[in-house]
């Protein structure tokens, strides 16, 4: 009963963050940022001990929370389904990577570079003053990516895999790295928050990945191109996660994603994903509608992973 319960608890949060979205206030991910901020005032500046020390404070407390959340409902069906649909709702990010997005799309559109580079600025680590308006839609498209895997796909995948704990564990440590990365004082405290957001990310970046190729069709994109710039363009990617859904993506949208971007800790050049277009506005709101529909194949695709212990008991039986 468990497994069911989990399962109808990630379909209901997922329906409710689309249709509560950020209308009300204290959802989990505003209170991790505040813990991982204090937890971080009171650790050394620039030790990799203290980078330890923040993710395992942080990520460990909700672990333990969720932990008590699940135990309480173990014996209780209807209970486990409520706690895990409140937990979904809460860690999800489905309605403000909606509402970001398309705002970028809407200041891309009427010409409003200043406000775009705002905008970006509170969703994405790189430099972002000196960027023209394609440069700007570039950037949009590969927020939204990165985005819909982070907040949506990763939290939805443990949560069918641990439940409560899973969805707050995971979404802690994003929240730890994201937090780590705003004080440049800071890079080697950030080492151990980078490389356990890696680990945790290794299955859900692949998993959006393939829902983004599966879903591209919905919004008049191309699956195929999105397979072909996934399996091809992410080879030379520095970095094991991040290529993987940025690469389908541009496939699916039919434009040309990464290479030269700066960040505050220096420049990197990145492989080109995608040969297609430079991309525009138009591309950012379909870059947006591409990404709820992922969120909804992730939460189909949570429920069937919960499913799986039951279904196995069934086939034993």
Known sequence: MV?????????????ADAMVGESVRGRADATLTQAARAVQRRVP???????AVHVGAVAGAAVLAGAAVERVGRTRPLLNAVTTAAGTWAVLGGARLAT??????????TGDVRATRQTLAHWDPRCSDDLDAVALARASVEAVAHN???TVVAPLLWGAVAGVPGLLGSRAVGVVRRTSGERPDRRRSSAASAHLDTVVNLLPTRLAAALTVAGAP???????AAWQAWRRDTVLHPHPNSGRVVAAYAGALEVRLGG????????????VLGDGRNPDAGHVTRAVELSRVVGWLAGVTSAVVALRPRLRRRRRG
């Open 3 to 15: 497994s069911a319960a989990r399962a109808v608890g990630l379909l209901l949060g997922v329906m």
């Open 45 to 51: 500046a620039d030790h990799p001990v203290a980078g």
């Open 100 to 109: 970001d997005g398309t705002a970028l799309a809407r200041q891309l559109e």
């Open 148 to 150: 819909s895997s982070d």
């Open 218 to 224: 919905v919004v008049g994109g191309s699956a195929r």
């Open 260 to 271: 030269r971007t700066a960040y505050p800790d220096g420049v990197r050049e990145l492989p």
